[in-house]
Nanobody, 126 residues
Framework: QVDLVESGGGLAQPGASLRLSCEASGRDFDSTNFMEWFRQVPGKEREFVAAIPWSGLADFYSTDVEGRFTISRGDAKSTVYLQMNALKPEDTAVYYC??????????????????WGKGTLVIVSS
């Protein structure tokens, strides 16, 4: 069992920045390998945003956000961040923190995710 709790969502104007946080805990937490962010708008599938291993030695992004968003981990292995800059209205979505168990690689699809947070809403609008 892994608990993931997102925070930091809200309303932002186009061009502004927001930082999302994900706090991870639970008895199986030490058995996770990759942390990821996905997002979803009503009527569409959940889509991959970014991924990072707990080592922090690499990061991966969707083409829609690369160059604008940055995923990072905290100094203690329990928090992952998503820094979102130059926000666009099309970034409006519920953002979900996700985790992958040891022995599996990061995933661009929901099927490869083992644990999910409940999501935090980001609205980009003037």
């Amino acid at each position: 069992q892994v608990d993931l709790v997102e925070s930091g969502g809200g309303l932002a104007q186009p061009g502004a920045s927001l930082r999302l946080s994900c706090e991870a805990s639970g008895r199986d937490f030490d058995s996770t390998n990759f942390m990821e962010w996905f997002r979803q708008v009503p009527g569409k599938e959940r889509e991959f945003v970014a991924a990072i291993p707990w080592s922090g030695l690499a990061d991966f992004y969707s083409t829609d956000v690369e160059g604008r968003f940055t995923i990072s981990r905290g100094d203690a292995k329990s928090t992952v961040y998503l820094q979102m800059n130059a926000l666009k209205p099309e970034d409006t979505a519920v953002y979900y923190c996700a985790a992958v168990r040891d022995g599996r690689g990061w995933s661009r699809t929901e099927n490869g995710i083992d644990y999910w947070g409940k999501g935090t809403l980001v609205i980009v609008s003037s």
